[in-house]
Nanobody, 126 residues
Framework: QLQLVESGGGLVQPGGSLRLSCATTGAILNNYAIGWFRQAPGKEREGVSCISRSGGNTNSVDSVKGRFTISRDNAKNTVYLQMNSLKPEDTAVYYC???????????????????WGQGTQVTVSS
């Protein structure tokens, strides 16, 4: 069974950068599209970015376009979320999740994802 473990969260000042990693074990990573999600206190979970099994297609929510970049290294069984120009409103627990999809597609709909990591806290504050 696929397992996912996030890392790389922390405290950063506004305008700073972080790179989150999602390490996977238990299954072949390129069988899955991967999504990054976040949930801030008192708010609903939000799809942030997703990447297809091939890595050739990605999608992001408008609020992070131009600032966040999702990528994957199937050989290392790891997916990354590079977050630049961070804002206080990016503060949340970030989760990665996996879903079986057609080769070139991904989705930001969290309800479709079957496997989830435990989350990593990102705090953007001065």
């Amino acid at each position: 069974q696929l397992q996912l473990v996030e890392s790389g969260g922390g405290l950063v000042q506004p305008g700073g950068s972080l790179r989150l990693s999602c390490a996977t074990t238990g299954a072949i990573l390129n069988n899955y599209a991967i999504g990054w999600f976040r949930q801030a206190p008192g708010k609903e979970r939000e799809g942030v970015s997703c990447i297809s099994r091939s890595g050739g297609n990605t999608n992001s929510v408008d609020s992070v376009k131009g600032r966040f970049t999702i990528s994957r290294d199937n050989a290392k069984n790891t997916v990354y979320l590079q977050m630049n120009s961070l804002k206080p409103e990016d503060t949340a627990v970030y989760y990665c999740a996996a879903v079986t999809r057609l080769w070139g597609t991904c989705t930001l709909a969290g309800s479709e994802y079957r496997y989830w990591g435990q989350g990593t806290q990102v705090t953007v504050s001065s």
